[in-house]
């Protein structure tokens, strides 16, 4: 990809919404870099990467805009699949080129929209010429590319000419109306007759920057009054979360050097109060990486706390994080090992509680990671579930009579939740359920100005018996 040139400068309107990227700067790049960075990035998720592993081969400058233009098409890319199979008789051999169509399609379809008066927040927009312009100059910054200008350039025409038929034509197509896999779609439908479609639309929907306030080192009221120095207005949640209003990169914000909190879904926040840890407690965390429940256990309680994770280069992320919030005692064990193995890590002395935030579908945080929903297969599904099994039954071995263990996952499908718990339950007679919130649906509602917003996880608690 050639470095950007000094051509136009075009700001996506999505640079504001997305937590992690850069403020923008008077340097933008050039809309057809973007373009044609953000179509790399998808080709590669098409081919099974994840989209924070693709965004990190793009050239840093490009990469803030490249993200909210990817982002924004993997919340439209069931309808970018259904024109771009409409439009194109026979799919172009060079996969960066069919990506390309398909965010210059659902960018395009936006445009429109917002022409006639009609946008939602969080979309970047363009005019329809300058989309249509840069989209085309997006074939000539590479070499494999130009030879696709033509094509680029009729489809994105006759899309124009032909939307609303076109549109007809999906309106049956679920793939392409909720912007899911269609088992994705059947699965949700089944389990939540009522719920499943407001499901969907909180998953399209771009989230919001939620703070964790580490009590150690500050307090609500002294991390809104630095934010509000720098001009931000926040949503207060509970004793501890709140809600950034104006989202930008975190670095930037007040208060992170100095660690005086976390970035964290209010959904997720709940996981270490459940627990109840109390000083002096022995507390396994046993998928533990990147560290954000694990923190806030140390934030609650001077507890001993082993963390465990089997992925080596993640559980440097816990290390980095808590070092950040001054979370780095002493009684902190870091180890990276599998949590289904326990002859390989545990030192036979039992523990008072134990958080089993086990690996699964992370189907209930896909409007964090919008890109979730396209990689994986509903077989996917038996094959968490089957691993979570396996890390429960180990962990369960591990526990202290009279103590807890909280199963968390960050799914909405029921084999990685209720299924799972119940199954759990029956089969360890030693096993009592306490109340925990269980399938928590992703939300967004504000009722009598209290504001409800997190995303979509399950959490069972299990005391076992002495
Ligand atoms: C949902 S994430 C944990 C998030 C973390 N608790 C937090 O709050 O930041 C699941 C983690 O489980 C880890 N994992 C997957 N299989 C594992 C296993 N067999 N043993 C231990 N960790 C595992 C993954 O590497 C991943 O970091």
Redesign the pocket.
Known sequence: MRPHSEKKWILPCEWASQPTIAPMTNHAPALSDSLVAAAHVLADVENGRSMTEAITHIPSELRPSTQALAFYAMRHWGLAKGLTGLLVQRAPPNAVVSALLGLSLVLLEAALQAAKGASMPGTPLYAVHTLVDQSVAATQTQRDLMSYQGMVNAVLRRFQRERDQLLAKLSTNLEARYNHPSWWVHRLRRAYPDQWQSILDVANTPPPLTLRVNRRRATVASAVDALTKQGLTCTLLDDFGLIVDQPRAITSLAGYQEGWWSV?DAG?QL?ARLLDVKDGMRVL????????????LLELAAIELTA????GA??ER?QHNLKRLGLSTPALHLKA?????TNTWWDKKPFDAI?A????T?SGIVRRHPDIRWLRQEKDIDRMAK?QR??LNQLWQTLAPGGKLLL???SVFPQEGELLAAEFATQHEDAVRLPAPGQLLPVIRTVDNIQTDHDGFFYALFSRNA
């Open positions: 964290q997720a996981a965390d046993a998928c533990a990486a990147p560290g954000g429940k694990a923190a806030h465990i994770d089997v992925d993640r559980l816990v090992a599998d949590a289904s193995k958080l935030d086990v690996p699964c992370a691993l396996e890390i968390v996952t960050c």
